[in-house]
């Protein structure tokens, strides 16, 4: 608890939920509903996808309608994002299969640091400057243990990433001074198991690993709901 701070409750706790790459709020959809079920305030914060300053510019639009002490979770690309914002109201940090670039790193350093799962999508922008996700890859890497309507929602929704997200060095991320909590993929085929593990462990984040794959939101939603429980009842 910091210095001053009053105890909270769960109800005064708002969970605000980042979507990475190729993704958008709906992402988050099984999640929120049991937060809310609780009386959890839930909110999902939408990304242009355009520049890592531009998404958090995003985010801490986002945050400025969050009430009370915030906890603030990432997916994937988001985990950047939820690392640069600088409000004061997030208390706390959850890392879904995350990225975690540390003081001078960029997105790209760590999620190419490891050899890619063979089934990794080849990624590459298009006329527009713009990188897509191949349709074929939501049913190889990106979410093979989903079904074949939630892919099918996964790809029709899928938002675009610009390169400039991921090729700028970050400042002092945010996990350095926040307690931080870690759902590592054991199955991703998208950010290795490795590098998960690694970023998870520099952080000294409350590491949870789960056999699950790269969209644990739709596929293993119980998991995330659960993480998330425990850094909300941290921050009470």
Known sequence: MYEGEAATSASDVTVVLVHGAWADGSSWTRVIGPLAAEGVRTIAAPLPLTSLADDVAALDRTL????????????????????????????????????????????????????????????????HGLIYLPDDAFAAAFAPNASAEERAVLAAVQRPISPACITVPVERPLWKDRPTWFLVAEQDRMIAHETQLFMARRMKAQVRSHPVDHMPTVTASAVVVEIIREAVAAVR
């Open 64 to 127: 400025e309608r969050a009430a009370g002490p915030v906890v603030l979770a990432g997916h994937a690309y988001a985990g950047a994002v939820i690392a640069a914002t600088r409000a004061e109201k997030v208390r706390a940090l959850v890392y879904v299969a995350a990225l975690a670039p540390d003081d001078g790193e960029t997105v790209a350093d760590v999620f190419y640091g490891a050899t890619p799962h063979p089934q990794a999508p080849a990624l590459a922008p298009d006329a």
